[in-house]
């Protein structure tokens, strides 16, 4: 099956600074990804929707001043913290579709973002 | 805005057990819908992907059916095991894939 990466799977940094996440699609080019939020015991919640080539598409309430999409190639795309605080402290999850709008979604493993 | 809810939140059964997790979505102007299992702290795992014009998909204990017009789907899980314990994630694809609320299933031996 396909497989979507995330870099890195755990990161922690102080207030205030920038943290970036990196989603590649290994074995297939992904002209869409998503980007998901999870606080914890609950359920994943869209953020944006990255397009390779143009700018990002985020959902109602997500600020993206603060939350950097760049879709940059075909097989990556990656998501910047900025100026984190600890409320952004989450587990941030990556997906990508094979084949368009009515494909199967694949998803990577997850970035836990700790915030002190 | 599409909504997906899923019934029960939690659950937990004795070995053996088959099961039937729901869910439901408010528009069923959808592509397909996909049902993930999570472990604690874990990403995602794809269980099974139902497109809008099927009825069911079937993988070893797993069913999952869709009624697209009245909005519902179910997993059924056939002789439960401690190793299915995990949270069960529905989600709905249109322009964009929307999860469900989520099943934390608890298996017991």
């Known amino acids: 099956g396909a497989v979507v990466s995330q870099h890195p799977s755990r990161v922690i940094c102080k207030s205030g600074t920038s943290v970036k996440i990196e989603c590649r699609s290994l074995?297939?080019?992904?002209?869409?990804m998503f980007w998901y939020r999870q606080f914890p015991k609950q359920s994943l919640m869209l953020m944006a929707t990255?397009?390779?080539?143009?700018?990002?598409?985020?959902e109602q309430g997500v600020e993206k001043d603060k939350f950097l999409i760049n879709h940059a190639s075909l097989t990556l795309s990656t998501l910047t913290v900025t100026s984190a605080h600890p409320e952004d402290s989450s587990f941030y999850i990556c997906?990508?579709?094979?084949?368009?709008?009515?494909?199967?979604?694949?998803f990577g493993e997850g970035s836990r973002l700790t915030v002190l | 805005k599409q909504e997906v809810t899923q019934i029960p939140a939690a659950l937990s059964v004795p070995e053996g057990e088959n099961l039937v997790l729901n869910c439901s979505f408010t528009?069923?102007?959808?592509?397909?819908l996909q049902w993930f299992r999570q472990d604690p702290g874990k990403g995602l795992t794809s269980l099974l992907l139902?497109?809008?014009?099927?009825r069911e998909q079937t993988s070893g204990r797993l069913n999952a059916s869709l009624d697209k017009s009245s909005g519902r789907s179910t997993l059924y899980i056939a002789a439960s095991q401690p190793g299915d314990s995990a949270t069960y994630l529905c989600?709905?694809?249109?322009?964009?894939?929307?999860f469900g609320t989520g099943t934390r299933l608890q298996v017991f031996p």
């Open positions: 997906s990508a579709s094979l084949k368009g709008a009515a494909g199967e979604l694949f």
């Open positions: 074995d297939f080019q992904a002209t869409t």
């Open positions: 990255s397009n390779e080539g143009s700018k990002a598409t985020y």
């Open positions: 528009d069923s102007a959808i592509y397909n």
């Open positions: 139902i497109q809008s014009s099927q």
């Open positions: 989600a709905v694809r249109a322009d964009k894939l929307i």
